[in-house]
C-alpha cells in the first residue's frame, strides 16, 4: 500500500475550469512538496510546505498543508492547457515517499 | 553543471546483462537520491548520498542493486543480473543541503528496457 494517496489519479477538463487534487496520508511529515513530470521528463518542483495550515499561492495554482500536516491539496483556477502534466506529492519523514500521481489534461 | 545530467537516456539490456546508469548532480549539490519510477507512474526510492558517503539506502534491494557517489566522478547505478521487473525509469535527483525544506532537482531519467 502507498504511504501517500494521491485522488483522483485521471482528470480531464476543460479549458478554464478549476480543480483540486488531494494527497492523504496517515502519517505525520516533515514537509510536503508537489512537483509536476511532463512525458519524458523529471519532475519539476512547485512548492514545498512545512507548517500546519500552511497555504501557498503560486499564480492559478493554490497548495494547503493540512492542520495536523499528514495531507495536502492542490488547487488550480482557471486551468490552461498548459497545466497538463501528471501532478505528484512527495512527503517526507526519513526520506521522501510519492504519491501515485494526478494525470491532468486540460482540454482547449 | 545547472542541470542534473543522466546517461544513457534509454538502456536496453537482455535478462541476465548487467546495467549500469550514471547521474552527474548539479555542481555545488552535496545530496544524491536515486529513484525507480514504474509504470504506475510509483516514485521508489531506492538510495540517497551525502556527498560520497551513502546516507541512507532503506530501498536499495539487497541483491543486485549497487550504488556509489565518488570524487571528481558520476554517480553510478548498477544492476547485477538484470530481471524483467526491472524494467523502469530510473530517476536521479540532487539538492544543495539535507533539509526538509530542499528541493530535489531530477534529471530527465534513464529508461531501462529488460528483454
Known amino acids: 500500500t502507498q504511504l501517500l494517496e494521491q485522488s483522483p489519479q485521471f482528470l480531464s477538463i476543460q479549458e478554464g475550469e478549476n480543480l483540486t487534487v488531494y494527497c492523504n496520508s496517515s502519517s505525520v511529515f516533515s514537509s510536503l512538496q508537489w512537483y509536476r513530470q511532463e512525458p519524458g521528463e523529471g519532475p519539476v518542483l512547485l512548492v514545498t510546505v512545512v507548517t500546519g495550515g500552511e497555504v501557498k499561492k503560486l499564480k492559478r495554482l493554490t497548495f494547503q498543508f493540512g492542520d495536523a500536516r499528514k495531507d495536502s491539496s492542490l488547487h488550480i483556477t482557471a486551468a490552461q492547457p498548459g497545466d497538463t502534466g501528471l501532478y505528484l506529492c512527495a512527503g517526507r519523514l526519513n526520506k521522501f515517499y510519492f504519491g501515485s500521481g494526478t494525470k491532468l489534461n486540460v482540454k482547449p | 553543471g545547472e542541470e542534473v545530467a543522466q546517461t544513457p537516456k534509454h538502456l536496453v539490456r537482455g535478462e541476465g546483462q548487467k546495467a549500469k546508469l550514471y547521474c552527474a548532480p548539479i555542481?555545488?549539490?552535496?545530496?544524491v537520491f536515486w529513484y525507480q519510477q514504474v509504470l504506475k507512474n510509483e516514485f521508489k526510492f531506492l538510495i540517497s548520498?551525502?556527498?560520497?558517503?551513502?546516507?541512507?539506502e532503506t530501498g536499495m534491494p539487497k541483491e543486485r542493486f549497487s550504488a556509489k557517489c565518488l570524487p571528481n566522478s558520476p554517480c553510478s547505478l548498477e544492476i547485477q543480473a538484470t530481471k524483467l521487473e526491472d524494467s523502469a525509469v530510473y530517476f536521479c535527483?540532487?539538492?544543495?543541503?539535507?533539509?526538509?525544506?530542499?528541493?530535489?532537482?531530477f534529471g530527465d531519467g534513464t529508461r531501462l528496457s529488460i528483454l
Open positions: 548520498f551525502q556527498n560520497e558517503n551513502v546516507f541512507d
Open positions: 555542481k555545488g549539490h552535496s545530496y
Open positions: 535527483a540532487s539538492s544543495q543541503f539535507g533539509g526538509v525544506e530542499q528541493p530535489q532537482h
